[in-house]
């Protein structure tokens, strides 16, 4: 992550009380949500719907019991 997302993470981390560590990204979530906000950008064609559907999938991985890849792969079949 660039120190502009490390900020904003640490930031996160510290308003919500979850410890910065368990909001580190790794290499291949990056590239997965970055290729879905291009998906959402691009296929709805609405750029807006980009960070909203990255918080929905967000708020998916939290609370339910799917990986990030799998729930991707959801989001790419519909």
Do not use: F, K
């Amino acid at each position: 992550m660039d120190a502009w997302l490390q900020s904003a993470r640490d930031a996160i981390a510290t308003a919500s009380g979850v410890p910065a560590g368990r909001l580190e990204l790794g290499a291949a979530e990056i590239r997965t949500l970055l290729d879905l906000a291009r998906v959402a950008a691009h296929d709805s064609g609405d750029r807006t719907n980009a960070p909203l559907l990255c918080y929905l999938i967000g708020l998916a991985a939290a609370q339910g019991d799917a990986a990030l890849d799998a729930i991707a792969d959801a989001v790419t079949r519909a």
